[in-house]
């Protein structure tokens, strides 16, 4: 499985971004799809993940209430909705596919990296 992440960009505080994360050479239906961040100087950390059909999902408590993970119909697309970003939200954003139906927040559990995209809100 190829992932590609897209969708950053430069946002005010309290904006919106739609990320992206796209497979190629195979689909996604049998796969948990997670989202994590990497700031500079800082570890990677868990943002999100949905289970293969889209019915559960878990959030990182620094993102709850803000981002919403979704996956399209055709279930070979992730999307992470970032609502109300804040300066902290900075980061590297990577999509990660597991090789099981749920992932949860374990990044030992996503066998499949994508590139990431550079997410950078202004205050």
């Known amino acids: 499985v190829q992932l590609q992440a897209s969708g950053g960009g430069l946002v005010q505080a309290g904006g919106s971004l739609r990320l992206s994360c796209t497979a190629s050479?195979?689909?996604?239906?049998?796969?948990?799809v997670g989202w994590f961040r990497q700031a500079p100087g800082k570890e990677r950390q868990f943002v999100a993940s949905i289970s293969w059909n889209g019915g559960s999902t878990v959030y990182a408590d620094s993102v709850k209430g803000r981002f919403t993970i979704s996956r399209a119909k055709s279930l070979n697309t992730v999307y992470l909705q970032t609502d109300s970003v804040k300066p902290e939200d900075t980061a590297v954003y990577y999509c990660?596919?597991?090789?099981?139906?749920?992932?949860?927040?374990?990044?030992?559990?996503?066998?499949?990296w994508g590139r990431g995209t550079l997410v950078t809100v202004s205050s």
């Open positions: 990660a596919a597991a090789s099981k139906a749920y992932g949860g927040s374990d990044s030992n559990a996503y066998r499949y």
């Open positions: 050479k195979r689909t996604l239906s049998n796969n948990a």
